[in-house]
């Protein structure tokens, strides 16, 4: 049994489509680019890419939720908010990384640096807030896959 995509109605039509079909495939190469470079995410682009292709593309958006690597993160995702610990873990050091960058490369004003740590902080407590996936395999099986 293949994966039920997003259903139509939330699909647009026609000419519509084309800007969100655009704008996944942007995110699913920023997310290719994620998974080789280290300090680049790879899981929010894929988020991002299944929203915008269940808006485009249902065969995508159905591609992307069956994938043998990235599938079962995004049902986590879709399902219950759910981020795995290992994802947590490298979005707040990717996080501190990145901070440590600006601070050093731009040299900012101390309200502007405190102003980005403040944003960065809330989001690495959003991250490590949401709950972590229940105990499933890396590959989902296909035929048992729901995707809502």
Known sequence: MRPEPTDSKHAER???R???LCMGCL??????IGAILPLMPTTIFLILASWFFA???????AWLLTHPRFGATLHAW???GAIPRPAKAMACAGMTIGFVFFWLG????LWVALGVAAFLLASAFYVVSRPEPAKFPIHANKDNC???
Not at 27 to 32: D, E, K, S
Not at 106 to 109: G, I, L, S, T
């Open 14 to 16: 026609g000419m519509a």
């Open 18 to 20: 084309i800007p969100y």
């Open 27 to 32: 995110m699913l190469v920023l997310a290719v």
């Open 55 to 61: 808006r485009s593309s249902p065969r995508l958006e």
């Open 78 to 80: 879709h399902s219950t």
């Open 106 to 109: 731009v040299h900012p004003a």
């Open 146 to 148: 729901s995707c809502s």
